[in-house]
């Protein structure tokens, strides 16, 4: 069966992609469960876009396989370019904890009020083929919200901004949904929905070609 490799180290994002991602013919694996030489790897740019194309492309040349990667953040309106595609590693820093790197978010948002806590996810999706099969795409999901002044669920690991974003039309923060809602609305869930109907439309045309 024919891998399909998830480009991320982060368990919590691999395990929501994973769920999205079960019921499609590939055996798929993530950067935990290979050994991959990336001390080289840098995301170099400053959108989302590029950043996940540049993890594709690196990581399918490494591996061999088809390779889907994302590059996602948040954009709070009040704190307007200073997080986007870096907020992992805005604050208190990448190698932070995620308690840490949450804390220190919301010390900085504190005073905001109501009013101005506004905000979205984006998450976008970058899918490469090295046997050219795919055309290298990208898929765009957004979710719009807003941050509470505290955290209302348990933290995800790797994901901890879910736990205190609350978005439009719900009365409870992401990660205080249950799973197949969070995972229906979530920025991250559209934009690995659209790559998944992309390819299974390719993949179905090319089972086709050949038969």
């Known amino acids: 069966m024919e891998k399909l490799l ?8 691999f395990q929501q992609i994973k769920a999205i991602l079960d019921d499609l013919p590939f055996e798929i694996v993530g950067l935990n469960d290979l ?4 001390s080289d790897f840098e995301e ?3 959108t989302y876009a590029e950043n996940a194309m540049l993890k594709a492309q690196y990581y399918s040349e490494k591996t061999g396989f088809l390779t889907l990667a994302d590059d996602s953040g948040i954009e709070v309106d009040v704190l307007e370019g200073e997080l986007g595609a870096k907020t992992r590693r805005w604050g208190a820093g ?4 995620d308690e840490e790197w949450i804390e220190h978010f919301l010390k900085v ?4 009020p109501e009013e101005k806590r506004t905000g979205r996810f984006l998450c976008y ?3 490469v083929d090295p046997g050219e099969k795919v055309e290298e795409k990208v898929f765009k999901g ?8 505290e955290l209302e669920a348990p933290i995800i690991p790797g994901l901890p901004l879910s736990s205190c974003f609350r978005p439009d039309g719900f009365d409870k923060v992401i990660a205080g949904l249950e799973e197949e809602d969070r995972t229906q609305i979530n920025h991250r869930g559209k934009a690995i929905s659209k790559a998944k109907e992309y390819l299974m439309k390719v993949f179905k ?3 086709n070609d050949e038969s």
Request: overall charge negative; cysteine-free; aromatic content about 8%.
């Open 35 to 38: 050994e991959v030489e990336d």
């Open 94 to 97: 990448a190698d932070a904890t």
């Open 44 to 46: 170099i740019y400053e």
């Open 205 to 207: 045309l090319y089972k």
């Open 142 to 149: 957004v979710i719009e919200g807003k941050i509470t002044h």
């Open 125 to 127: 999706a970058a899918v």
């Open 109 to 112: 948002m504190k005073d905001v």
């Open 6 to 13: 998830i480009a991320t180290y982060n368990r919590g994002k």
